[in-house]
């Protein structure tokens, strides 16, 4: 998927089974994306590099993980659709 900063997705079906179907409909705003792994220390001691995420796992490599504006947790790119 790998969508820029600014992108409107919105929640898949899978997503919705695990966050809840309050989320259903909700337009998320794309406000960070990552595909590599750094410890929370690391991470927030070098300002958020852009590309890294603490919650990213390695064992997905390639795999985009985003931050949105309208929710407080990160959602995997299977987790979204596009509007």
Known sequence: MNVSIGAKLTMSKDALDNYGESYQGMVLTV????N??????????QGQPKG????????IPGMWLYDFAEIDFSLYEWELNHI
Not at 31 to 34: E, L, P
Not at 52 to 59: K, Q, R
């Open 52 to 59: 890294y995420h603490p919650g990213y796992d390695d064992a």
């Open 31 to 34: 406000i960070s994306k990552a």
């Open 36 to 45: 590599k792994y750094m410890p929370a220390k690391q991470f927030y001691k």
